[in-house]
């Protein structure tokens, strides 16, 4: 306990927090599929990065991207929980606008 205690004292305060921290009813393949065809669509870059329960979207090191953002997308049974995070500070991105669209 003492060193859960010790660990949690340590962490950092400004862990990052998500922009959109949301669930969709769409399951991970359908969501993905509309997310992948509107970044295409806009010629902006994107990779997947795939996992047990779905994935992390990511324009991470494009070049000619504003703001990088990572999308982990996770499947929730017959849906899917979005966890958008951004480096930029701006109200709105290409990044949200296609979260919010596809959700």
């Known amino acids: 306990m003492l060193g859960v205690l010790i660990l949690l004292a340590a962490a950092p305060l400004n862990a990052p927090m998500p922009r959109i921290d949301a669930g969709s009813t769409k399951p991970v393949a359908k969501f993905s599929a509309c997310f992948t065809q509107l970044e295409d669509r806009s010629g902006r870059a994107w990779a997947y990065l795939p996992s047990a329960h779905g994935g992390t979207f990511t324009?991470?090191?494009?070049?000619?991207?504003?703001a990088s953002y990572w999308l982990q997308v996770r499947g929730v049974g017959a849906a899917t929980h979005l966890r958008?995070?951004?480096?930029?500070?701006?109200?709105t991105s290409p990044a949200i606008e296609a979260v919010e669209q596809c959700r």
């Open 59 to 66: 324009d991470s090191g494009a070049h000619g991207a504003p």
């Open 84 to 91: 958008l995070f951004t480096d930029g500070g701006q109200a």
